[in-house]
């Protein structure tokens, strides 16, 4: 069970794809959802299951795939991989609901197409052999555009075409650099890879380390995307259906590049620090400050999220045990509060078909429970203490302001900024006096599927607030190693210290 | 080593031609009015038993034939193999494509046949002369399968330019072949080798080089010399296009192969630029081409055009990987391209109602089945991953990364992402589009052997991309053959004048 549970996971998604094309259309749905939340029930048992104590890779499973050029199957997760499988098996059920009735063509094509790009998900998170590893990053390009394309709003195309060029022209270079590092170290085992990583590094090599760290490190930070690479990411969110908004930026850049990038190329990553914990600040302001200014709700929420991101690359570029441990908790809770927070705006859009703040004023006495939920995501996501935002917002603060205090400093403002966006879109979206629109309306509050899936995902938000240690137990026994070894500060501060302080207890 | 009869080392020559020549003597003895299917039927399994003579030729020691002309080892049994299954899924899907449209269609059998019998000598011929016998068998009748829609006009045109260029190509290959004749004072192969490792007349021998790739260049529609790909894959009927854009290409590879890596291996300085020349050229005229086509069968002629590209990046790699990379992808071309064209001729009939991408709107509803296989064999032509066309594109690239070429590498894996547009429009065509029932046209339903056709296709497609070991393990022992010691690189066989025993 243990070596084909990874398997099982990445590709039973494939199977209920397939079973997508079969059922009637009525069924598809509901299928969907009990498929997928199957298949989040298997992924609760490598949590359940995993050995904190131990080091390496578990659940791993290593078969020779093809004698040459010399590819294994090869996977296997640890703590920085074993909570992102997981929270890739929680999103998809939420992403099947929000889309339930939205989408009402091609439903086929939408359900196949979402299952297809989960197992791609999967399989980037749990491959360990670089060949395979890149055939699951290509392979979830083209569901993601598809379903943009054609599930987007009017200008999804534009956007699906945008979103296309900017991941796949870093990805070729990516595989370049790939097969570089294959010609130079004849395998493409990422275990293996790693600890020959230091032979390789020899004057002749320097150059083309040089340039495959980089190719690496553009691949992954157009797909977080860092500033500034984020140009897709405002068309990308606000045009593609609510279920991909959810998924489309973030975690597989952020992962990908703690792994690979920092975990291959220690010494470059930590020659080129300094500038990524620059663009990370830049890109929490930045963010911060284009979010402040929209008028478009679901831009805003883009925004947001590019600054939310930003934090999570200044935390794993700091390269200290608080500020990596904390990066890698955002990405989590991130990703759980900006669903959260896309699925909200998806029932939004349903009641209202808009994201036009200026439309949509003073909702709250329509629909209060929606309110409600809107009000407790929005806090989560400005990091308000007990929310879960906030353990990954202070350690990353406080674990970057021992190398970087300067620029910590400044990003502390970013926390700042994102209360100012959040507050003043919250008081005009919901407790404003109605807008026309608003006012003559007689839209539903929150239905039952909604509330269903909407629910479970604030009160994770307030248990990851309150209980992080629970996560963290892993991410700490595996993350800190990443940091290069020369890191500029030596990790004493353990994290158990920071996990009581922002646990209050 | 024992002799081997030399009437075995070109045993499935021999059995295509006795099935052609059979199949050509019987249809006039027919009347006007009977099926030709038994006629069909007979070629099948004529060339299932070419096919597993070439498989048995697997258990011979390699060796030659016919006064050094032919020789017969794993790279040959490879090539014989890859030409039986393109002939053996051609004549399935095929079998009903006359009915009750043309008649007399014993001959197109035979044609194809005959054409098949031309390539298998080009794949296993070391003497030039023989390579050019070859290359006139599977070229004359391949200029006629292309007219063989024969009340069309667009046909009729496609077959005078295939011939007219063909023919002029041809030439070029002939006087490559002369002038190396004058410079070596030998047509085979292995003189050549020698002749020119010796150094003499390098000039004489540059521009035998030069001429014998632009006549092979043609047969591949490599650019700059596929400028008739276009015109002709769009007249010519679907179902040779199918054949015709991956069998002779195929066998063109095989003897480019033999050209340069033995005949011209220690001039891989000259050569190795001018291919990387070509693949360059290719992947991006024929990419940047097929963005600009409406037209289905244009855009995959365009589409081959940049395949062949990827290939000859293989071919710059000049190392035994290389070489077993150039194997691997022209099975896998096959597989999708042939898969793609029959799914056109199906859809599209004989009198090809379906030319334009708009006219394949919404068709997903109407042929699942098929639209389905369609989808399989685009996405291995973008190289979606776990299909053939990825892994195919992976090995070239890795082994062209291996002889150091990653501007090569760049260049075309920037390309791959270009050429998804295209595949991905007519995909989105056949799924996204709303379907037109005014333009409902009533096709026959899926005979049989067309469905096993397409599921050998589809089987293909997805065993190359998945567990593609038992492929990789042939073209590898066909790559030894070259590269006697398997992972020699480039620098070490220029110290070995010889590479053959």
Redesign the interface.
Known sequence: MNASILTLITFLPVAGAGMV?LLPKRLLPAFTLLFTLFIFLLTLHLPAHFDTARHGFQFACNLPW????AIHYHVGIDGLSLWLVVLVGFLAPLGVLVSWRVIDH?QR?FYSLFLLQQTAMFGIFVSLDL?LY???W??SL?PI??LI??FGRKNGRAAA?KF??YA??PS??L??AI??L??KTGTFDFVLLQSQMHTLATGANATGLWLASLAFLLAFAVKVPIFPLHAWLADGISEAPTAIAMILAGKLGLYSLLRFHVGLFPDQAAHIAPLMVALGVIGILYGSLLALVQTDLKRLAAYATLGALSFCVLGIYAFTAASMDGAVYQILSESVSAGAFFMLLGILYERYATYDMAQLCGIAKKLPGLATLFVITALSLIGLPILNGFVGEFMILSGSFQTHPRLASTATLGVILSAAYMLWMLQRVFYGAPSKLVAAGTQADISGRERFALWPTVALMLVMGVASVYWMRAIDATVPAFAPSFAPVSITTRISNYARMTNLR | MTAVSPALRILPEILLTLTGVLVMVTEPLLSAKTSRKPLGIFALLGTLAAIAASAWQLHLPAGTAFFNTIQTDAFSVFFHLLIGGILLVTLLVSLNYFEGHSTYVGEFYALLLFSAVGMMLMTSAIELLMVFLGLEISSISTYILAGYRKRSAVSAEASIKYFLLGSFATAFFLYGVALCFGATGSTNIHSIATGVASGSSPLLLALALGMMLIGLGFKVSAAPFHVWTPDVYEGAPAPVVGFMSTAPKAAAFAVLLRITYTGFGTMSHIWIPLLWIMAVASMTIGNLGALTQRNVKRMLAYSSIAHAGYLLVAFTAFSADGLAAACFYTAAYAAMNVGAFAIISYLSGYDERRVHLQDYAGLAKRHPLASAAMAIFLLSLIGIPFTAGFFGKFYVFTTAMHSGLWILVTIGLLNSGLAAFYYLRFLSQLYMQPYDAAQDISEAPAQPAFVLGIAILVAAVLVLGIIPNRVLRLAQAGAATYFPCSGTNAAEVHTQPNLLR
């Open positions: 094309t093809i004698a040459t050029p091609h094509e060949m890149y055939a699951f290509e392979l083209i555009t598809l394309g054609i075409i296309f060029l796949f022209i070729a270079l595989l370049v097969l570089w294959y010609a």
